[in-house]
């Protein structure tokens, strides 16, 4: 049985407890690794290398460049982690271009990103020269294609690999998207637990420090951990609980291995610390152990 972590009990709440032989050396490398470091390192496959993208061509020539890029803000995890999980997760390489000064500037700029332009970051170069953004949409197109939309998407893409077509409409396309649309839901879901998260913080206006807004930051932080978050834990406790692939102790939100639902929530949670920290009287009410 995969040990169980009880909030407050586990201060470090590396919540997925990536303890198994498969896990730990993704957890050394993608999660304990600060995204400076990241960022600036060069593995063997190229991952997390930082490259200057401001005099990118257009993306309407499509001009192909055989990796990644990703463009998020120098210096936080943000939302920008949840895409970064993603490639680290898979062993996918990618670069990231932070400089902060242009982001904005590239991303809302036709004639360097094509139609349609970009409202923030994080946004994803793709291979083809395009640009796609918003944190879920760019998880739910990576998620096929690295592995992290469910056993059926894996088994069609091995299929897809030995030259074996797998018909858009048949029993088996249809069963792998609807897997990949579970775990969708749940990565939005994730995603909602973490907007109410950050707007604990910033609770009257989002460009406002939180000096400026403390006192109805901490109203709201009453609210916030007696009602919001346990529910969601509660939620995701039923999700693990009634997932039939977990009967021999796994601890998947989808299915019998690590999808990007997994990935998303391990963000989220790991980033709760601060709110979770003496949050329960009867930490025996709720566990959450993914793996």
Request: charged share 25%.
């Amino acid at each position: 049985m995969h040990p169980f972590l009880r909030f407050p009990l586990a201060p470090s709440l590396l919540c997925h407890q990536l303890t198994s032989n498969r896990s730990s050396q993704f957890l050394q490398t993608s999660f304990i690794t600060s995204p400076k470091t990241r960022s600036a390192g060069t593995t063997s496959k190229g991952i997390g290398k930082t490259k200057d993208m401001s005099s990118s061509e257009p993306a309407t020539k499509k001009q192909k460049t055989q990796e990644y890029v990703l463009y998020y803000w120098p210096g936080i995890p943000g939302r920008g982690e949840y895409v970064r999980l993603a490639f680290e997760r898979s062993g996918t390489p990618y670069t990231e271009f932070n400089d902060g000064s242009k982001l904005l500037g590239i991303l809302t700029n036709p004639k360097k990103v094509g139609h349609p332009t970009h409202f923030a970051p994080p946004a994803l170069k793709l291979p083809s020269g395009r640009f796609i953004s918003q944190t879920p949409a760019i998880l739910n197109y990576l998620a096929p294609r690295l592995g992290l939309a469910g056993e059926k998407w894996v088994k069609i893409s091995e299929k897809q690999k030995e030259g074996e077509k797998v018909e858009v409409g048949s029993e088996e396309y249809e069963g792998a998207e609807e897997e990949r649309s579970t775990v969708n839901q749940l990565v939005l879901t994730a995603l909602d637990l973490c907007n109410e998260t950050h707007d604990v913080h910033h609770p009257v206006a989002t460009e406002d420090y939180y000096e400026d807004q403390k006192d109805v930051s901490l109203r709201r932080a009453v609210s916030y951990r007696k009602n919001r978050l346990p529910k969601f834990l509660a939620h995701f406790e039923r999700v693990l609980d009634c997932n039939p692939e977990n009967k021999n102790g796994n601890t998947y939100l989808v299915g019998s291995r690590t999808t990007n639902a997994d990935l998303v929530l391990f963000h989220v949670c790991t980033s709760l610390i601060p709110f979770v920290s003496g949050m329960i009287s009867q930490p025996s009410r709720y566990r959450l152990s993914l793996v």
